[in-house]
Protein backbone atom coordinates (compact mmCIF):
# COMPACT_ATOMS: atom_id res chain seq x y z
CA UNK A 1 0.00 0.00 0.00
CA UNK A 2 1.26 3.52 -0.80
CA UNK A 3 2.10 5.44 2.13
CA UNK A 4 3.58 7.97 4.42
CA UNK A 5 4.67 6.58 7.49
CA UNK A 6 5.52 8.50 10.62
CA UNK A 7 6.65 7.34 14.29
CA UNK A 8 5.52 7.75 16.92
CA UNK A 9 1.68 8.85 16.80
CA UNK A 10 1.91 10.06 20.02
CA UNK A 11 4.98 11.86 22.12
CA UNK A 12 5.17 13.26 25.23
CA UNK A 13 8.55 14.72 26.22
CA UNK A 14 10.26 17.32 28.38
CA UNK A 15 11.74 20.37 27.93
CA UNK A 16 15.44 20.19 25.95
CA UNK A 17 15.77 16.42 25.70
CA UNK A 18 16.38 15.74 22.34
CA UNK A 19 13.91 13.34 19.74
CA UNK A 20 13.44 13.16 16.34
CA UNK A 21 10.20 12.51 14.36
CA UNK A 22 10.77 9.94 11.79
CA UNK A 23 9.02 9.78 8.55
CA UNK A 24 9.13 7.43 5.51
CA UNK A 25 7.41 6.79 2.12
CA UNK A 26 7.39 4.11 -0.10
CA UNK A 27 6.05 6.12 -3.50
CA UNK A 28 9.68 6.96 -4.81
CA UNK A 29 8.54 10.46 -4.17
CA UNK A 30 10.98 13.24 -4.59
CA UNK A 31 9.26 15.97 -2.80
CA UNK A 32 8.89 15.35 1.05
CA UNK A 33 7.90 18.25 3.62
CA UNK A 34 7.07 18.60 7.55
CA UNK A 35 4.24 20.87 8.63
CA UNK A 36 3.19 21.56 12.38
CA UNK A 37 -0.59 22.39 12.58
CA UNK A 38 -2.25 24.50 15.79
CA UNK A 39 -5.86 25.49 16.07
CA UNK A 40 -6.73 28.97 14.46
CA UNK A 41 -2.88 28.70 12.31
CA UNK A 42 -3.82 25.87 9.59
CA UNK A 43 -0.64 24.20 8.67
CA UNK A 44 2.44 25.97 8.76
CA UNK A 45 5.97 24.23 6.84
CA UNK A 46 8.48 23.76 8.79
CA UNK A 47 11.34 22.26 5.99
CA UNK A 48 11.10 20.47 2.66
CA UNK A 49 13.21 19.02 0.31
CA UNK A 50 13.50 18.48 -3.13
CA UNK A 51 15.66 15.43 -3.51
CA UNK A 52 18.23 13.72 -1.61
CA UNK A 53 20.87 16.06 0.12
CA UNK A 54 18.70 19.21 -1.04
CA UNK A 55 16.58 20.49 1.91
CA UNK A 56 15.26 24.12 2.19
CA UNK A 57 13.03 25.93 5.44
CA UNK A 58 9.81 26.14 5.29
CA UNK A 59 7.97 29.24 7.13
CA UNK A 60 8.73 28.64 10.60
CA UNK A 61 11.97 26.14 10.95
CA UNK A 62 13.45 27.64 13.81
CA UNK A 63 14.38 24.83 16.72
CA UNK A 64 13.84 22.16 14.16
CA UNK A 65 16.63 20.25 12.12
CA UNK A 66 15.97 18.30 8.94
CA UNK A 67 18.30 15.70 6.40
CA UNK A 68 17.40 13.88 3.65
CA UNK A 69 19.94 11.09 2.86
CA UNK A 70 18.11 8.81 1.43
CA UNK A 71 14.97 9.40 -1.17
CA UNK A 72 12.51 7.83 1.47
CA UNK A 73 13.40 8.93 4.73
CA UNK A 74 12.91 12.56 6.01
CA UNK A 75 13.21 12.52 9.61
CA UNK A 76 12.79 15.99 11.96
CA UNK A 77 14.90 16.53 14.57
CA UNK A 78 14.15 18.37 17.44
CA UNK A 79 17.30 19.05 19.13
CA UNK A 80 16.23 21.00 22.31
CA UNK A 81 12.27 20.70 22.76
CA UNK A 82 10.48 23.69 24.14
CA UNK A 83 6.68 23.69 25.18
CA UNK A 84 5.78 26.05 22.27
CA UNK A 85 6.69 23.26 20.10
CA UNK A 86 3.82 21.27 21.23
CA UNK A 87 1.63 20.70 18.37
CA UNK A 88 0.22 18.02 15.76
CA UNK A 89 2.98 17.24 13.09
CA UNK A 90 2.42 16.26 9.84
CA UNK A 91 4.72 14.77 6.85
CA UNK A 92 3.80 14.67 3.49
CA UNK A 93 5.36 13.70 0.10
CA UNK A 94 4.81 14.35 -3.30
CA UNK A 95 5.86 13.17 -7.05
CA UNK A 96 6.87 16.26 -7.42
CA UNK A 97 6.42 20.25 -5.83
CA UNK A 98 2.93 20.59 -8.10
CA UNK A 99 1.12 16.77 -7.92
CA UNK A 100 -0.77 16.81 -4.29
CA UNK A 101 0.59 15.81 -1.33
CA UNK A 102 0.06 12.18 0.35
CA UNK A 103 -0.10 13.16 4.38
CA UNK A 104 1.41 10.88 7.16
CA UNK A 105 -1.23 10.27 10.27
CA UNK A 106 0.24 12.65 12.31
CA UNK A 107 2.84 12.66 15.60
CA UNK A 108 0.91 14.33 18.44
CA UNK A 109 3.76 15.90 20.25
CA UNK A 110 3.49 17.16 23.87
CA UNK A 111 6.71 19.29 25.62
CA UNK A 112 6.53 19.80 29.14
CA UNK B 1 4.17 37.02 -0.81
CA UNK B 2 1.81 33.99 -1.16
CA UNK B 3 -1.37 33.67 0.63
CA UNK B 4 -4.50 31.64 0.98
CA UNK B 5 -7.79 32.61 2.46
CA UNK B 6 -10.19 30.56 4.11
CA UNK B 7 -12.64 33.13 5.43
CA UNK B 8 -14.93 31.23 7.36
CA UNK B 9 -13.87 29.14 10.26
CA UNK B 10 -16.71 26.81 10.17
CA UNK B 11 -20.06 25.81 8.09
CA UNK B 12 -23.02 24.78 8.30
CA UNK B 13 -25.08 23.02 5.98
CA UNK B 14 -28.33 20.78 6.04
CA UNK B 15 -28.01 17.48 4.56
CA UNK B 16 -29.37 16.83 1.11
CA UNK B 17 -28.41 20.69 0.77
CA UNK B 18 -25.77 22.18 -1.50
CA UNK B 19 -22.29 23.47 0.21
CA UNK B 20 -19.94 25.74 -0.56
CA UNK B 21 -16.54 26.01 1.26
CA UNK B 22 -14.54 28.99 0.31
CA UNK B 23 -10.93 29.73 -0.88
CA UNK B 24 -9.56 33.02 -2.20
CA UNK B 25 -5.24 33.13 -2.78
CA UNK B 26 -2.97 35.87 -3.78
CA UNK B 27 0.33 34.05 -5.61
CA UNK B 28 2.64 35.58 -8.22
CA UNK B 29 2.98 33.64 -11.12
CA UNK B 30 0.25 30.73 -12.08
CA UNK B 31 -1.10 28.65 -9.31
CA UNK B 32 -1.33 25.02 -8.47
CA UNK B 33 -4.45 24.53 -5.91
CA UNK B 34 -5.83 22.06 -4.16
CA UNK B 35 -7.91 20.98 -1.49
CA UNK B 36 -7.27 18.66 1.02
CA UNK B 37 -10.35 17.03 3.92
CA UNK B 38 -8.95 15.88 7.01
CA UNK B 39 -11.15 13.88 9.62
CA UNK B 40 -10.77 13.61 13.22
CA UNK B 41 -7.68 11.97 14.47
CA UNK B 42 -6.50 11.75 10.72
CA UNK B 43 -3.78 13.02 8.26
CA UNK B 44 -5.03 15.14 5.42
CA UNK B 45 -6.45 13.68 2.51
CA UNK B 46 -6.03 14.91 -1.09
CA UNK B 47 -9.72 15.66 -2.52
CA UNK B 48 -8.86 17.38 -6.34
CA UNK B 49 -6.66 20.09 -7.91
CA UNK B 50 -6.69 22.62 -10.68
CA UNK B 51 -3.23 23.08 -12.46
CA UNK B 52 -4.69 24.10 -15.81
CA UNK B 53 -7.67 23.71 -18.35
CA UNK B 54 -11.44 23.64 -17.32
CA UNK B 55 -12.41 26.06 -14.81
CA UNK B 56 -14.52 23.38 -12.47
CA UNK B 57 -12.69 20.18 -11.20
CA UNK B 58 -14.43 17.31 -9.92
CA UNK B 59 -12.65 14.97 -7.39
CA UNK B 60 -13.35 12.56 -4.45
CA UNK B 61 -16.88 11.89 -2.76
CA UNK B 62 -18.41 13.81 -5.02
CA UNK B 63 -16.99 17.28 -4.39
CA UNK B 64 -15.64 19.74 -7.36
CA UNK B 65 -14.41 23.21 -7.23
CA UNK B 66 -14.60 26.32 -9.13
CA UNK B 67 -11.60 27.88 -10.18
CA UNK B 68 -12.03 31.83 -10.89
CA UNK B 69 -8.97 33.85 -12.36
CA UNK B 70 -10.42 37.27 -12.12
CA UNK B 71 -11.62 36.64 -8.60
CA UNK B 72 -8.55 34.31 -7.26
CA UNK B 73 -10.85 32.00 -6.15
CA UNK B 74 -11.44 28.20 -5.42
CA UNK B 75 -13.97 27.23 -4.04
CA UNK B 76 -14.89 24.06 -2.87
CA UNK B 77 -18.73 22.66 -3.63
CA UNK B 78 -21.22 19.66 -3.78
CA UNK B 79 -24.76 19.87 -4.76
CA UNK B 80 -25.98 17.46 -2.17
CA UNK B 81 -24.25 17.42 1.35
CA UNK B 82 -23.85 14.36 3.12
CA UNK B 83 -23.69 13.73 7.44
CA UNK B 84 -20.85 11.63 6.43
CA UNK B 85 -18.97 14.74 4.90
CA UNK B 86 -18.66 16.73 7.89
CA UNK B 87 -14.73 17.31 8.14
CA UNK B 88 -12.29 20.19 8.76
CA UNK B 89 -11.12 21.45 5.12
CA UNK B 90 -8.03 22.90 3.64
CA UNK B 91 -7.46 25.00 0.47
CA UNK B 92 -3.88 25.05 -0.45
CA UNK B 93 -1.40 26.82 -3.07
CA UNK B 94 1.62 26.03 -4.77
CA UNK B 95 3.62 27.82 -7.26
CA UNK B 96 6.84 26.27 -9.16
CA UNK B 97 7.99 30.21 -8.69
CA UNK B 98 8.67 28.92 -4.80
CA UNK B 99 8.27 25.37 -4.93
CA UNK B 100 6.66 25.74 -1.88
CA UNK B 101 2.92 24.75 -0.76
CA UNK B 102 1.05 27.63 1.28
CA UNK B 103 -1.94 26.43 3.34
CA UNK B 104 -5.23 28.04 4.66
CA UNK B 105 -5.93 27.98 7.98
CA UNK B 106 -9.27 25.60 7.53
CA UNK B 107 -12.96 25.23 7.69
CA UNK B 108 -14.92 23.20 9.33
CA UNK B 109 -18.09 21.87 7.92
CA UNK B 110 -20.62 20.45 10.01
CA UNK B 111 -23.76 18.74 8.00
CA UNK B 112 -26.76 18.71 10.05
CA UNK B 113 -29.50 15.61 9.89
Known amino acids: EAQVTQNPRYLITVTGKKLTVTCSQN?????MSWYRQDPGLGLRQIYY???????DKGDVPEGYKVSRKEKRNFPLILESPSPNQTSLYFC???????????FGSGTRLTVV | AQSVAQPEDQVNVAEGNPLTVKCTYSVSGNPYLFWYVQYPNRGLQFLLK??????LVKGSYGFEAEFNKSQTSFHLKKPSALVSDSALYFCAVFTSGTYKYIFGTGTRLKVLA
Open chain 1, 27 to 31: MNHEY
Open chain 2, 50 to 55: YITGDN
Open chain 1, 49 to 55: SMNVEVT
Open chain 1, 92 to 102: ASSFSGGNGYT
